[in-house]
């Protein structure tokens, strides 16, 4: 596998990890939110999903740091 290859797999597994996270932390936003009654928030969403992301990114990279 070249050098090359490995990069573009780098960044494909950050942006679906990214992606996800965006998705699941609208989604969560939205439904406590009609929950409690307040109104939908998209940028509460944003913030929400770039923390769970950057900390799930840290935590996989410190997990494939770790196994080798």
Same mark, same amino acid.
């Given at each position: 596998?070249?050098?090359?290859?490995?990069?573009? *797999?780098?960044? =494909?597994?950050?942006?679906?990890?990214? @992606?996800?996270?965006?998705? #699941?932390?609208? +989604?969560?936003?939205? $439904? *406590?939110?009609? =929950?409690?009654?307040?109104?939908?928030? @998209?940028?509460?969403?944003? #913030?929400?999903? +770039?923390?769970?992301? $950057?900390?799930?990114?840290?935590?996989?990279?410190?997990?494939?740091?770790?196994?080798?």
């Amino acid at each position: 596998i070249s050098l090359d290859h490995m990069e573009k *797999v780098d960044r =494909m597994k950050y942006f679906w990890t990214f @992606f996800w996270c965006f998705w #699941l932390a609208q +989604l969560v936003t939205y $439904i *406590v939110g009609s =929950m409690s009654g307040s109104a939908y928030n @998209f940028t509460t969403g944003v #913030l929400l999903a +770039l923390g769970i992301g $950057i900390c799930v990114s840290i935590i996989g990279h410190v997990a494939e740091v770790k196994s080798e």
